[in-house]
């Protein structure tokens, strides 16, 4: 009997056999180690070449989905151990009752539709039926997304940082340490339209010159779901929004050559007592930034402009890129190569489209 199986007590190498029926904590175990799954080293058997293409399987999900799988499961199978239901494989009938459970605790439309994503992965992984797929669970998500938006719960549109914007908000930006870094940050995220991520992520030799401007390299992009690099680039501008002289000027101040590009800045420990002596300058380290980080710089940036922080986000910078571009008549499909976006509907969610007026199609003809 495993009813009594507690989690320390699991084997470092879980079952690959999903553990259908067992308790709640079993199955949570399960999934963390089945999405997180290391690809184990060949020894040039059939179960060894298994066990890695399933862990290759489960690596073309970004980290960002996985973490949000994985919150879901949890909340699933905690769901299920309190009212005593089976959690793998579920039914139709609970999951339209924990979804209307988590939504009648406060949860987001956007969380719950992560909730349902969540388990079916479960089930999919697992290798069977999916109970998301019936008419019911899709009825009672129906009903949630109509209960939110008849009560004015729609979702809320981030800000899109376009170049009018940032014009505003980099003039507020001194040409101190930290300064020059955020501009840096601010100008590359928006020349190249990137994510937070993306920008945590680019290290000094992923950026080449070129003659009109930098070449830059990313190794990972949440759009690239084969795993290959994608090249942006970065041009020259003849303004103050030239992301490519920005980043020479703070890759200049703050002496780095290779490693982590966008890097945490902090005062170094001292032993003045208070008054005595001047105050420490900032230090740069060698760690890169977090996305976390880089959104909170973002926001920190725009609410000294006087903008409104809860409307910035790590998408700011790139529906800004996408939007500018809009406005002044860049084609669609020149968008879609920008945003790096696998169809015109993603695209369309990054583009702020302004007064419908003012854009409207039939202008001059009616």
Partial sequence: MLDDVSIPLLPVRLPQPAPV???????????????????PTADGSLPTARRAADAYARRAKADNTRRAYRAGVRAWCDWCDRHTLPCLPGRAVDVVAFLAAERG?????NTIDLRRSAIRYLHYVAGLPVPTAEAQVTETLAGIHREAADHGQVPVQKLAATASILHEILALIPDDLAGLRDRALILVGFAGALRRSELAAIRVEHCTSRERG???????????????AVTVALPYGTTSLCPVRALRRWQEAAGISEGALFRRLYLPPTRHERGAGARPGLVVGFEALDPGSIARILKRRAAAAGFDPELVSGHSLKRGALTTGMERGVHPTRLKQLGRH????????????????????????I
């Fill in 214 to 228: 930098i070449s830059l390299t990313l190794p990972r992009s949440k759009s690239e779901r084969a795993g290959k």
């Fill in 21 to 39: 029926g067992h308790p709640p904590a079993l199955i949570q175990a399960w999934f963390d180690h089945i999405v997180d799954a290391v690809v």
């Fill in 342 to 365: 696998r169809s015109y509907a993603v695209l369309d969610t990054y583009l702020a489209l302004g007064d419908p007026f003012e854009g409207h199609p039939l202008n001059g003809v």
């Fill in 105 to 109: 605790r406060g949860l987001s439309v």
